[in-house]
C-alpha cells in the first residue's frame, strides 16, 4: 500500500515523525508536508507566489522520506498528486496533529484541509490529532492508537474519496475507552483576544488560547473526547444548507433592476 | 440596521468599495477588512504572531470608513466582533469578490469564511462575489445586483446565524436571466501548476489558474452562473457526512490494544 503522508505542523513535527513510524507497518510512506508550522492554516492555498520544494532524507542522506514545501497542507496535497509522487497513493493520511481538531475547530484545522484535499481528487483521506494537556504529548502511544483506527477503517473497504476525521483524546488523563463515530460538534468556542501596546505605543491584538467549549452538543467529537473516547467522524465538503434550501426556493423572488 | 463589511481581496479592493456604496444604502457601514490581498486563505486565522490594526478613513481625514487589519478575513470578522465594534452588526457582508466562489472554491474562499465566522457568531452573514471574465469586473453593476438579492434575504427574516453564498455572473455575456437558489456543486476543478526554474537552477511550482470545471453536477451554483443566472446557496457548517456516520456506527469495532 501506498500512503502519502502530511500535516499542517511541519514536516519535521514530531507528530509526524510518530505517524511515519506506524504508518510504515501498512505500507510505503511518502511525506509531502509544509516547510514550516501552519495551524489554523484552513484551506488556504498558495496563489500569489511559487511554492519552493526542498527534498528531505534520512539521517543516511540516501534513503527519501519526502518533500517539504513552503506552502499549506492543501497546497502539499496538491503538489503531491499532480507534481511530486510517481504513482498516486492508496491512502493519504494528514497528522499526527499536536492537539485535537474536533468540533468548529474542523473548519480552521490544515491538518483536515489536507485530508479534504485528498477527498477532492477521490482519495480515502484520514486526518489524525491528538488531543493534550499542560503541552504533554505522547506521540508515539496516540500514533499507534491512530494506525490500529486506520486499520480499522480500511478493513471495512471504505469507498474512494471517503474522508474521516480520527481524534485521541489527553493520552494522560487515563485510559481510552474505545471508539466512538460521533458528528461534529457546531457550537462555538469561548474565544478573546489579548489587547497589548507594542513598544512604539500602537496597539496589537493576539488571539488567545482556550479550547474550552463551553456547551458542546451532547453524544458530538467535542463530548465523546472528553470522555475519554478516540472519536471518528467521516466528513464531506457539501457545505449546502439543503433543508433551508428547499425553503428558499419556495421564496418570491422579485425581479432585478 | 448595523453592517459589517470585510472581504478577502483587501480593504482597498474596488469590490469592497464598490458594495460599501451600496449597503450604506441599508444601513450604517463599518468596514473591518485585510490590509492586504488575501485570496484563497480559506478558514485560516493567525494564531501564531500578532494581528496589527489601523484605522482608515475617507479622503476628508475625519470620517472613519472602518479598520485595516494585517490578518486573514476570518481574523477579522472575529476581531470585529470582539473588540473594535461598539456594537453588534446587524448583519456581517463579506465581498464583493474578484472572482466567482462557487462549487469547492467555497472551501478555499476567504471572502465566504469571513462570512461563515460571522454565522459562528450567530450573525446573518452574506458572502457576495462577482464572476469575471478576462480580468473586466463591473463592480459598481455587480454590488447594485448583490444589494438586491441582500434586500430580498432581509425582506424573508433569516434567523440569526444563518449564511448565505451571493454569485453574480460574467456581467459582460449578457442580461441578469434572474435568481436561483442552488446547492454548492461538489465536483474536482481542473488544476495544474507551472513547473519552471529559478535563476539558481532550483524548481519551483506554481499554481496555474483554471476555473474550468470540466463536469459540474447539473442544478448547482456553477451550472446557474454559467446560465446566467445570480446564485444563492444558503450554507452551513457541520461537515460530518451523516449519511455515511450512521452506517459506521453500525461498524463492529475492534478493542484498542
Known sequence: MRILLTN??????????????????????????????????????TLLVPLLVNEVYEDDGQSLIGWAVEGRPADCVKLA???????????IVSGMNA??????????????????EGAFYHH?????????DKKIYDFPKGANYARQVIEQILANKPAPGSLYNVNVPVLERG??????????????YR?????????RGRTYFWMGLDFHCPSPNPDTDVTALAEQFITVTPLQFDMTDHARMRAMQEWNWGEMK
Chains 1, 2 share one sequence.
Do not use: W
Request: proline residues 7%; charged residues 20%; negative net charge.
Open 99 to 116: 492537539g485535537s481538531n474536533a468540533g468548529i475547530n474542523v473548519i480552521y484545522s490544515g491538518t483536515v484541509a489536507a485530508a479534504v
Open 191 to 199: 474565544e478573546k483576544f489579548d489587547r497589548r501596546v507594542n513598544p
Open 8 to 45: 499542517d505542523d511541519g514536516i519535521y513535527a514530531p507528530g509526524l515523525r510518530a505517524l511515519r513510524m506506524e504508518l510504515k507497518k501498512l505500507g510505503t510512506v511518502t511525506v509531502v508536508a509544509p516547510a514550516t508550522e501552519q495551524s489554523a492554516a484552513g484551506h488556504s492555498v
Open 81 to 91: 498528486l499532480l507534481e511530486l509522487l510517481e504513482e498516486p497513493p492508496d491512502l
Open 175 to 188: 485510559p481510552i475507552r474505545g471508539i466512538k463515530v460521533m458528528p461534529q460538534n457546531v457550537s462555538t
Open 124 to 132: 480515502t483521506a484520514i486526518a489524525c490529532s491528538l488531543e493534550y
